[in-house]
C-alpha cells in the first residue's frame, strides 16, 4: 500500500505540476491540486471507500508517507539554502535590508494583528492566542525564493536590476523567517512563558555561532578535498548527510529541523562553484520526486470544504488581504526609502509577495507542532498558492515600464556565458 501510495502521489503531481506550467502557473499549485483531488475535498467527498482504501486513515500507514515527505522537505530547504549568494548581499546589503526589512515588519505586524483576532475555531486546542498569532505572523511575512527565483528564470529577468535585488531582500527574509519559525516553534511547544522564549534565542545565538564561526571553515575545508579527490556520488551523498545531520541537530536543540537544514544548504553554498555543481543530481531528485511528493501529501491535508462556513471563508479573505498589502506596502516602503523608482518597488513588493513554498512547509511544520488545526493549515496554504499565482501578472505589467540599463545588458551577457560554460564541460551536469 504504501509503494502504490508514493508512486502514485509522485505520477500525479509531476503530471500535475507539468500542466500547471503549461497554464504558466508554479508547479507547486498543480502538485498541491493532486492532494485536494486524493484527499477529503473530492475523492473523500466522491468515493469515500475508495478514499479510506486508498489512503488509509491509520496514523501508522500515514507516517509512512509523511516520513519520505518530511526527508524532501527537508532538503529542499537545504537546497534554498545552497541558492543563497552571501557576496550579492554583502555587495547589495544596503539596499536589500532596507527591502527585506520593510518587507518583514509590516506583514509580520499585521499578520500577529490578524492572528490574535482571529476566532477561536481556527486554533488548535491547547494553543495560546499570543503564540498562535506570533506564528500566523511569521507565516506573513516569509517570501518564497525558490519560487521567485524560478519565476525570475522562466521570465527572463533575473539579469534585471529588480530581478538581483528581489533575491537579495529574498535572502534577507528567508534566514530571518527561518529564524523566527524556530523560536515560535520552541514556544508552541514549551509554552509561551519567559523561560521559553529566553532558550530558543540562546539556541538560536548559539547554533548561529557555531555555524559561522566553526563549520563554515571546516565544511570549506573539507569541500576543497572533495574536490580533488572525491567524485559526484560522493559529493552529493555527503551534502545529504550533513543536511539531515545539521537538521537534527537543531531540532535536539529544541528549535525547526528545518532551520538547520537551511544553515547547511548556506554552508554548502560557500564553497567551491564546481563541488556545487556536481551537487545538480540530488537537486533533480529533491525537485524532481522528493519535493512534489511532499506537496501532493500537503495537499491532502488540505479541507476546502470547511470554507463553505462563512466565517472561514471571511478569515480566509481577510488573511489573504492582510498578506498582499502588508508584503507590498512593506517592500514599497522599503524599496523608496533608499531611492528606487516608483516602478521598481512594486515590481519587487509583487516578486516578493511570493510565499509559495516557504509558506507550505511552515503551514505543514504548524500543523506538525499542533498550532495550527485543519482549516487554519487550509488557509495558510491558500494563502501560499494565491500569492504565487499573483506574481507573474504583477511582473508582467510593472516591468514592461522599466527600461533596461547597460549594467543588466552587461550582466545579461555575462549569465549567457557562465550558463554554457558548465553545459560545454561537462554535459550530463545542468547547474
Not at 286 to 310: E, M, Q
Not at 392 to 410: G, Y
Request: aromatic share 4%; net charge neutral; glycine share 10%.
Amino acid at each position: 500500500m504504501f509503494l502504490l501510495q508514493a508512486g502514485l502521489l509522485v505520477l500525479l503531481a509531476v503530471l500535475c505540476g507539468h500542466l500547471a506550467t503549461r497554464l504558466r502557473m508554479p508547479a507547486v499549485a498543480g502538485e498541491l491540486c493532486v492532494g485536494i483531488l486524493l484527499g477529503p475535498t473530492v475523492l473523500g467527498n466522491v468515493a469515500p471507500s475508495a478514499a479510506n482504501w486508498l489512503l488509509p486513515q491509520e496514523a501508522g500507514q500515514f507516517h509512512l508517507i509523511d516520513a519520505i515527505g518530511q526527508i524532501g522537505v527537508l532538503l529542499l530547504v537545504g537546497i534554498t539554502g545552497m541558492e543563497m549568494d552571501v557576496v550579492l548581499i554583502r555587495r547589495r546589503s544596503t539596499t536589500a535590508l532596507s527591502i527585506g526589512f520593510g518587507g518583514l515588519v509590516l506583514p509580520f505586524v499585521l499578520g500577529f494583528a490578524a492572528g490574535w483576532m482571529a476566532p477561536a475555531s481556527l486554533r488548535h486546542e491547547g494553543i495560546d492566542r499570543p503564540v498562535f498569532a506570533l506564528f500566523i505572523g511569521v507565516a506573513l511575512c516569509v517570501s518564497a525564493l525558490p519560487v521567485i527565483a524560478k519565476t525570475l528564470t522562466d521570465m527572463n529577468l533575473i539579469h534585471r536590476n529588480v530581478g538581483q535585488l528581489t533575491l537579495a531582500a529574498g535572502m534577507v527574509d528567508d534566514v530571518v523567517g527561518w529564524i523566527l519559525l524556530s523560536v515560535v516553534s520552541a514556544m508552541a511547544v514549551g509554552g509561551a512563558g519567559g523561560d521559553s522564549i529566553a532558550e530558543p534565542l540562546l539556541a538560536t545565538a548559539l547554533v548561529l555561532t557555531v555555524t559561522f564561526g566553526l563549520l563554515r571553515p571546516l565544511v570549506n575545508r573539507v569541500m576543497k578535498v572533495a574536490e580533488r579527490t572525491s567524485g559526484t556520488v560522493s559529493v552529493v551523498g555527503g551534502a545529504t548527510a550533513f543536511i539531515l545531520l545539521c537538521a537534527a541537530a537543531t531540532h535536539g536543540l529544541g528549535l525547526e529541523a528545518m532551520f538547520g537544514a537551511f544553515l547547511a544548504g548556506m554552508l554548502i553554498s560557500s564553497g567551491p562553484r564546481s563541488v556545487r555543481a556536481q551537487l545538480a543530481p540530488l537537486r533533480t531528485v529533491v525537485l524532481a520526486v522528493l519535493a512534489p511528493l511532499f506537496f501532493a501529501t500537503a495537499g491532502l491535508r488540505l479541507d476546502l470544504g470547511s470554507l463553505a462556513d462563512p466565517v472561514t471563508l471571511a478569515a480566509g479573505a481577510a488573511l489573504l488581504l492582510v498578506a498582499v498589502i502588508g508584503k507590498m506596502v512593506g517592500v514599497f516602503a522599503g524599496a523608496k526609502a533608499v531611492g528606487i523608482s516608483t516602478w521598481e518597488s512594486l515590481a519587487l513588493g509583487g516578486a516578493l509577495n511570493t510565499r509559495g513554498v516557504i509558506q507550505l512547509v511552515i503551514a505543514a511544520a504548524g500543523l506538525r507542532i499542533g498550532v495550527l488545526n485543519a482549516t487554519s493549515y487550509t488557509l495558510v496554504v491558500l494563502v501560499a498558492i494565491a500569492t504565487s499565482l499573483m506574481a507573474p501578472p504583477i511582473l508582467r505589467w510593472t516591468m514592461s515600464r522599466i527600461e533596461h540599463t547597460a549594467e543588466e545588458h552587461l550582466r545579461q551577457q555575462d549569465r549567457s556565458i557562465l550558463d554554457w560554460e558548465p553545459a560545454k564541460q561537462s554535459p550530463d551536469v545542468h547547474v
